[in-house]
């Protein structure tokens, strides 16, 4: 049974003989110089800035570096350098000190960074305030989803989908505890599918690649997320064989095998977009000839022609601007609103067209959907 005043031990299998070994408490006096590995094992002078304190379990160190100011704490389990063993803080066996006005030069360099790191911080938190107050508005179509609930936030994907692709049937499915699979046949890329459904998955891996680490951004907090989203991409039965095609208008002089020609087909199919039921009828070059392989051909189809039509009026301070689906890959502003703001949809990458089929206004690529939207919100 232990009583009050029995000795706590510790012991650590982290250390040079990989054996279980008992740490020693040890107090440093203030200016003791010590080595900090970090990383890689990545290193960083400190030196301690408080005497041991009764009761106290740790002490306050500033880094010795102009590039890195700041400052952190050891504790009463600190060991000598001629014990290195990974990452860590270390002290040198003789107890060597740093000189006291070197280390009061540090200390206000590392106060000061605090003070800067402490505005950046505030300023980053209010931005991420207004983007997330400002995401419903972006996006009507998803649900906002503060608790994170999964069923949510498969629902939001599969809005997402739908707003971006109408007319593909994807299937979304739980593949594992926080992971979900989707499935499609012909019509997007994997690209540009992933482009959508990257935005929902919360975790990183990490520097190693060995862990997932949560790291949740602004559009996670506001619509959920998940560990893991993964696409595949199937192509329907029926098409032609492509890869024969580009045997034939191939400029080899020894053809390679059936299995070369078999790759650059999936490779070329892989990165070609369908329209909703469209036709496969063939592939052909390209301009290009060297590069990727896959770069020197295309496969053609046809594609049923479909209406432009609005999909979404806005009433801002800027009247009159709708926009407009204008193809898979763009969108439209038409409208007298958009004389108001030329120049700002210039500089966010636009062009003024007069021979649109919904009328003389900016088109766009979809990647800039979102900052045309805040532009247009504002």
């Known amino acids: 049974m232990k009583t009050e005043n029995a000795e706590i031990k510790v012991y650590s299998l982290f250390n040079q003989s990989g054996k279980i070994e008992e740490l020693k408490l040890k107090s440093l006096p203030k200016y003791t110089m010590l080595k900090a590995y970090g990383f890689a094992m990545g290193e960083t002078d400190l030196a301690i800035i408080e005497e041991p304190a009764e009761g106290k379990t740790t002490q306050r160190c500033v880094k010795l570096s102009e590039h890195e100011a700041g400052f952190t704490q050891i504790d009463e389990y600190i060991r000598p350098i001629s014990e290195t063993f990974g990452i860590g803080n270390y002290y040198y066996d003789d107890l060597r000190k740093a000189d006291p006005q070197e280390v009061e030069k540090y200390i206000k360099l590392g106060e000061l960074a605090d003070i800067r790191r402490a505005k950046e911080a505030a300023e980053k938190a209010a931005a991420d305030t207004a983007e997330r107050n400002n995401l419903p508005k972006l996006y009507p179509h998803l649900i906002v989803n503060l608790k ?95 890869y024969k095609e580009i045997i034939k208008i191939s400029n080899y002089a020894e053809t390679p095998t059936d299995d070369h020609f078999i790759n650059i087909a999936y490779r070329v199919w892989n990165k070609t977009s369908f329209p909703k039921d469209a036709v496969i009828t063939g592939i052909e070059r390209t301009d290009i000839d060297c590069g990727s392989e896959e770069d020197f051909y295309r496969i053609t189809f046809t594609a049923p022609q479909e209406e432009v039509k609005p999909v979404l009026d806005i009433t801002t301070d800027i009247k009159d601007i709708k926009v407009i689906d204008y193809s898979e890959k763009a969108f439209a502003l038409v409208g007298e609103g958009t004389k108001a703001i030329k120049d700002e949809l210039k500089q966010l990458g636009g062009r003024f067209n007069f021979k649109l089929k919904c009328g003389a206004g900016w088109i766009f690529s979809k990647k800039k959907q979102t900052e045309v939207m805040q532009l247009i919100n504002q």
Do not use: M
Request: net charge negative; aromatic share 16%; proline share 4%.
């Open 148 to 242: 994170d609930d999964f069923k949510t936030t498969k629902k939001n994907i599969v809005a997402d989908l739908k707003q971006n692709f109408p007319k593909i049937k994807f299937s979304v499915k739980k593949d594992h505890y926080s992971s979900y699979y989707i499935r499609w046949t012909d019509g997007p890329t994997e690209d540009e599918v992933n482009k959508i459904t990257g935005r929902y998955q919360d975790h990183a891996s990490d520097i190693t690649g060995d862990y997932w680490d949560s790291c949740p951004d602004n559009f996670n907090d506001v619509f959920g997320g998940f560990r893991f989203v993964s696409t595949s991409r199937y192509k329907s039965e029926g098409y032609p064989d492509l």
